[in-house]
């Protein structure tokens, strides 16, 4: 069989492409993971708004009808829906800080380790 020489340059543009393929494989990944923690920290705070959704029906349910209660119990009721929605609403946006400073955390150390 024949062997096929290459020139130095070759050999360099085929390092650098074997180079940029992983640097792009890298960064593609890091970014996925970090779509992925928003679809998860999302998802989660869907399934809590959920179950603090059943919870509220719940207690609506076992006081009766909201017409025939006092008009203080419909305040409360009032009340406590807003609350619960704002709780969960500052809920997602802790959860979200969180988990993208993790994920900052993580894409800064990835840099340090290329620059060594």
Known sequence: MSRVEMNPEANKDAELIKTATSNTKKWALTTYKIFLSVVHVTVVSIIVALADAAVIAVVSLLFGNPAAQPLLAQYIFSVLKVLSIFGTTV?????????LLGEAKRVIKLLKEEEN
């Open 91 to 99: 809920l997602y946006s802790i959860y979200l800080a969180y988990s």
